[in-house]
């Protein structure tokens, strides 16, 4: 007889659960709804990139035969915004606008046809002012305020100033500086927004699908801009077409077809173009870097002083957040103990930016890592030993007080190492080849959220009934992440059942347990807990009904997942007949599960902002890039990534290497050929012809490690998976294009003419080796 | 101007009054309802159109449906029968070449109509055929193992969609 044991779900290669709807053209999006009568959604679009609005007449555009609606301002009744402190956007801008293409009015039509001819009815009159499209210009002294409120332009200043870094710099045997310029990037999400709003004029009653990363927030914005109470609102997530951060806040167009489905009273579809999810943005800023490293001659690290300004665009969105990221996140990768950080971000009049996927580390680790390449270089030590003389020890807390309670860099380093065979190779490859690596690290998830109502992170609810399958509500969004698949594994491996027993219904507010969404990496960590604990809790329920019937304590009742049974010898209960049992008196189950983060992990006091990369667990990834340079062209071709990444636990292996391969993939792109580019503040590159997204061409292949060094308060050990190696591909990519060619690129994305440019200019400096850049 | 349009969606024929400007894309979405496919740009820039018109991928976004007169058009919607996934769908399943599964079903009937003029391709031949084709998730690396694994249990004896 085979000894029966329960299922095992998590550590296992699984499929998504919702992989079918996927593959077979079933999975909805938004766009894919739509009802009888659905009125088309139309936005009017600033043509001038900052001006006073003077005056505005859609009385023509209503009383075109076919208009349903057409909404302005005077429609919104607040502003909305991401950050309760910082919400100064409108809906349809009020008395000004801020960047070319900032929505001013919407109109909700029979047609397409009708919709697109009421807009060109709508007159508007703009009193125009001066428009700064680089943070320098509008930082200059006398330039227009875009915001009454921030003087100077400046959405925030941010610094600190933690051990004693003149001492420490003083104290190196080699001080190096870098100066890098990263262009604004956007996620080209391959899904453009849309979003499918039904009103129900007889009740009042609003439900709403559209495609985000964070259902909760629109929901909260929809009610402040509609003036609606919030449980007049039903917010019902479809599958979303990738995120990335792009959605990770309110956008106008949610809460557009909002007020155009009320006023209407109707039921109206908005879908953006891809121009027009271009000019929403809510991208990576550009962003210029100093940074000045110290260091002993065997590559420990005595100090780092470093300055961002950040490029943030007309409103203020993430933009608090991503400066503050940028600076603190310096720390908690390598054993620093000194660092002093100066960020600025600055309000332009180019489209807001936002959350863009490894929020605010990116730019900031391709300075540290190419720099601290140069210098082991100098140093003659290799680029592995420099970052193993700079390891933490877990547990931690970096000087920044940021918590560092697992870590697997150290394993990281060895496998890619080992992976990439970088002691017999590098070094020795033909001309015009490189290998270059290095190592970056993200949060699971912030621990202090944006709204703080002193609920628990996240709440899941699992419900059994009399068919005894296992229904997991939760308002996590699954945004093609995995996360649903994740939730389920965790519940079948707490219960030991198999994961065809559950079904998962993610984000609709009717049904589901709020959720602050997906971004940073906060989903696994968080909501994947919360499922442990509820499955915990169901299980009790259920050893509970076991032990009735069985009539025996429940400490003696044994649970193999689908056997309940109170020793070897008994043939115990079925899954379907404990749950019969644990029904009878009683009807239907909800238990619930949570998960809180700890205070320990909230980030420290030591500056303004210094909780902003306070987390319960880093992962960290290493990563080696080989290239081939075309001497010539100064075209690129990347061969070949490895890459090791430490989850804290592999729930998924599938999913998590399909998480890591995305991330070098998108870092890839920004380190090579992504950038948004405006004359004027008209965008340059709003399709994705001239912005360059990589093909399949030429993209490489991704060998990925993972590792597994366990997290003591993960979800079975696990960290995030979707964000940490990202980063260190820009760096890895320039350091092996220095590996080959001996230059070192310190403006991104590194296209061939700019490549091209430091080739010509190290032959012109006869061959000598530009290894330091601008600084 | 309009005219009659008489063709073949996913085996069923269709005799549909339509618009002369009227887009392939529009018309399978709006007018036959089958919403997989997808409209992921303004015109020819990623692929998540893709359609097979007579066994050949072409991008439903900058075809005009008044020009597939008499033609056989397919999409993702038609290719599992009896709800049984495809090779290349159980691939794009069990191979996670699809996350948010938006690009997917341009990248399966890309993929599709690779297969059925080359069985057996290589790499690079995957590449090729996939070259219009934009993913944001994947990296690829995963499509092209979808393709792979899809080629193979065809090879063994699997039948195609
Ligand atoms: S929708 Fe992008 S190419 Fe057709
Ligand atoms: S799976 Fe999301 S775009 Fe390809």
Redesign the pocket.
């Known amino acids: 007889m085979n000894e029966m044991t329960p299922v095992q779900s998590v550590g296992v290669a699984k499929p998504l659960v919702d992989g079918p709807e996927?593959t077979t053209g079933k999975a909805m999006f938004a766009a894919d709804f739509q009802a009888a009568e659905t009125l088309v959604g139309r936005i009017l679009r600033s043509p001038v990139a900052h001006a006073n609005i003077t005056a505005m007449d859609t009385s023509k555009a209503e009383a075109l035969p076919g208009v349903h609606a057409v909404v302005t301002e005077a429609d919104c009744s607040d502003t909305y915004g991401v950050l309760p402190i910082a919400m100064n956007e409108w809906a349809l801008a009020r008395g000004r606008v801020r960047y070319r293409g900032e929505p001013v009015a919407a109109v909700a039509a029979v047609d397409v046809a009708t919709a697109q001819r009421a807009l060109d009815l709508i007159e508007v009159t703009y009193e125009e002012l001066p428009a700064y499209f680089s943070a320098e210009e509008a930082r200059a002294e006398g330039a227009v305020l875009l915001h009454d409120d921030k003087p100077g332009n400046i959405e925030r200043d941010a610094e600190f100033d933690l051990g004693d870094v003149d001492k420490d710099m003083a104290e190196a045997d080699l001080v190096r500086e870098i100066e890098v310029k990263c262009s604004e990037v956007c996620q080209v999400?391959?899904?453009p927004h849309a979003t499918f709003a039904e009103y129900d004029g007889a009740r009042e009653r609003l439900t709403i699908r559209p495609s985000t990363q964070v259902p909760f927030y629109v929901h909260k914005m929809l009610a402040r801009t509609m003036g609606m109470a919030e449980g007049h609102i039903r917010v019902i997530k479809p599958h979303i077409?990738?995120g990335f951060g792009s959605r990770t806040e309110t956008l106008q167009s949610d809460l557009i077809a909002g007020l155009l489905a009320r006023k209407a009273r109707a039921t109206v579809k908005v879908v953006l173009s891809r121009e027009e999810t271009f000019i929403t943005h809510r991208g990576r800023p550009e962003s210029h870097i100093t940074m000045k490293v110290g260091m002993k001659s065997d590559g420990t690290i005595t100090a780092v002083d470093f300055t961002v300004q950040q490029r943030g665009g007309a409103y203020s969105g993430y933009g608090i957040v991503t400066i503050l990221y940028a600076g603190s996140m310096i720390y908690g990768l390598y054993n620093i103990s000194s660092a002093r950080f100066q960020g600025l971000r600055v309000l332009t009049n180019t489209p807001p930016c936002g959350a863009f996927r490894g929020h605010g580390t990116v730019k900031t680790r391709f300075a540290f890592e190419g720099l601290i390449d140069d210098m082991a270089r100098e140093l003659g030590l290799d680029p592995f030993a420099v970052r193993r003389a700079n390891l933490l020890a877990a547990p931690t807390m970096t000087e920044n007080d940021l918590l560092v309670n697992s870590y697997g860099l150290d394993q990281c380093l060895d496998w890619v190492e080992k992976a990439s065979d970088w002691q017999a190779r590098k070094g020795k490859l033909p001309a015009n080849k490189g290998m270059g690596m290095a190592c970056s690290h993200y949060i699971s998830g912030a621990s202090k959220p944006k709204h703080w109502t002193g609920e628990p992170h996240a709440t899941i609810h699992l419900r059994v009934d009399w068919d005894a399958s296992i229904t997991l509500l939760t308002g996590a969004a699954e945004i093609?992440q995995g996360s649903s698949t994740v939730m389920a594994q965790c519940v079948a491996e707490t219960l030991g059942v198999d994961m065809s027993r559950i079904n998962v219904v993610s984000s609709d507010s009717a049904l589901t347990p709020k959720d602050n969404g997906s971004y940073s990496s906060r989903v696994t960590y968080m909501v994947g807990n919360a499922s442990i604990d509820a499955a915990q809790n169901l299980k009790a329920r259920l050893i509970e009904a076991a032990a009735r019937k069985l009539e025996i304590a429940t400490d003696d009742v044994e649970c193999l997942g689908e056997v309940y049974r109170g020793g070897q010898q008994d043939q115990g209960l079925t899954f379907d007949e404990v749950v019969m049992e644990a029904l009878a008196g009683e009807g239907t189950i909800t238990v619930k599960g949570t998960f809180d983060t700890i205070p320990e992990s909230w980030g420290g006091r030591k500056y303004r902002g210094a909780a902003i990369g306070g987390t319960m667990a880093f992962s960290y990834a290493a990563q080696v890039v080989e290239v081939t340079v075309d001497p010539y062209t100064a075209e690129i071709t990347v061969d070949k990534v490895w890459v090791a990444h430490d989850c804290g636990k592999a729930l998924n292996p599938l999913a998590v290497e399909g998480q890591v391969q995305g991330s070098v993939w998108m870092g890839m792109g920004q380190a090579m050929s992504e950038e948004t580019g405006f004359h004027e503040g008209l965008p340059l590159a709003a399709n994705m012809l001239d912005y360059r997204v990589p093909t399949i061409i030429e993209s490489p292949p991704i060998e990925v490690g993972i590792i597994e060094a366990a997290d003591p308060h993960g979800p079975f050990g696990a960290k995030e998976a979707g964000e940490g190696s990202l980063s260190g591909f820009l760096p890895a990519l320039t350091n092996a294009v220095a590996d080959a060619m001996g230059v070192r690129a310190c403006e991104l994305p590194l296209t061939p003419d700019r490549l091209l440019e430091l080739l010509e200019k190290k032959a012109r400096d006869g061959g000598a080796n530009s290894d330091r850049g601008a600084a | 101007m309009k005219t009659v349009l008489s063709l073949t969606v996913n085996g069923v024929a269709h005799d549909d009054v339509i618009p002369d400007n009227m887009l392939l894309v529009d018309y399978l979405r709006e007018k036959t309802g089958l919403t997989g496919t997808k409209i992921g740009c303004d015109g020819g820039e990623c692929g998540a159109c893709t359609v097979l018109i007579d066994d050949r991928p072409r991008h439903a976004c900058l075809t005009l449906a008044a020009t597939c007169q008499d033609s056989r058009i397919e999409t993702v919607d038609g290719l599992s029968r009896d709800s049984r996934l495809t090779a290349l769908q159980r691939g794009f399943n069990e191979k996670l070449?699809?996350?948010?599964?938006?690009?997917?079903p341009g990248?399966i009937m890309a993929s599709e109509a690779l297969l059925r003029r080359n069985p057996d391709p290589s790499e690079a031949d995957i590449r090729d055929a996939l070259a219009a084709n934009?993913?944001?998730?994947?990296g690829y690396v995963k499509?092209i193992e979808a393709v792979q694994f899809a080629a193979q249990e065809l090879a063994s004896g699997e039948l195609a969609s």
């Open positions: 996927k999400q391959m899904e077409g990738g093609g | 070449g699809a996350q948010c599964g938006f690009c997917t990248m934009i993913c944001r998730c994947t499509i």
